[in-house]
Antibody, heavy 116, light 110 residues
Framework: QVQLQQWGAGLLKPSETLSLTCGVD????????WTWIRQSPGKGLDWIGD???????RYNWSVRSRVTMSVDTSRNRFSLIVNSVTAADTAVYYC??????????WGRGTLVTVSS | QSALTQPASVSGSPGQPITISCTGT?????????VSWYQHHPGKAPKLIIY???NRPAGVSNRFFGSKSGNTASLTIFGLQAEDEADYYC??????????FGGGTKVTVL
């Protein structure tokens, strides 16, 4: 059974750097990609970006200047970096592993609060 | 890019069918058959229930039915049950090689 665990700092000050990592138990996988999705308080889901098994990335235009995603396939981990955070980045962040044509597997979510 | 348009809320009685619409443009929903639907119970992680417009992952009830016509995708839940009360989100790939979500629909079982 595929399970994802997430970890990273949950409280940041404005201008600091958000760093989250997602690890997966299970695999190996073929034809898959990783995604980060967030949900701000009282709002809907927001796609941040994804990174494919080939290493190629896609980012939401609204955050692409501040976001970096990376993957360590040897350790089955992928990471999200968001620079220069503001209160608008306060959200629950989810990591997702998509096995194309099969299913999604979601982490439990990490609440990140940006406050001075 | 603007979010896909979903009704804020839909309600129905147990056993009845309900349909949630997801309206985009020719640059997203209308461009590809890459529309997904998610069920989200508050406090839990969202769950994929439909992918590629019509496909259900293994283990998802066949009461969930996805379809698309032009720039609008739809999720129909047949035989509505109390456990279906949740928020539902659609998502689509776009011609800009990004992905976009709908604003979400709260489903209430009367």
């Amino acid at each position: 059974q595929v399970q994802l665990q997430q970890w990273g700092a949950g409280l940041l000050k404005p201008s600091e750097t958000l760093s989250l990592t997602c690890g997966v138990d299970g695999g190996p996988f073929s034809n898959y990609y990783w995604t980060w999705i967030r949900q701000s308080p009282g709002k809907g889901l927001d796609w941040i970006g994804d990174i494919w098994h080939s290493g190629s990335t896609r980012y939401n235009w609204s955050v692409r200047s501040r976001v970096t995603m990376s993957v360590d396939t040897s350790r089955n981990r992928f990471s999200l970096i968001v620079n220069s955070v503001t209160a608008a980045d306060t959200a629950v962040y989810y990591c997702v592993l998509t096995i194309i044509g099969v299913d999604d597997y979601w982490g439990r979510g990490t609440l990140v609060t940006v406050s001075s | 890019q603007s979010a896909l348009t979903q009704p804020a809320s839909v309600s129905g009685s147990p056993g009845q069918p309900i349909t949630i619409s997801c309206t985009g443009t020719s640059s997203d929903v209308g461009a590809y058959n890459f529309v997904s639907w998610y069920q989200h119970h508050p406090g839990k992680a969202p769950k994929l229930i439909i992918y590629d417009v019509t496909n259900r992952p293994a283990g998802v009830s066949n009461r969930f039915f996805g379809s698309k016509s032009g720039n609008t995708a739809s999720l129909t839940i047949f035989g509505l049950q109390a456990e279906d009360e949740a928020d539902y989100y659609c998502s689509s790939h776009t011609v800009s090689n990004t992905r976009i979500f709908g604003g979400g629909t709260k489903v209430t079982v009367l």
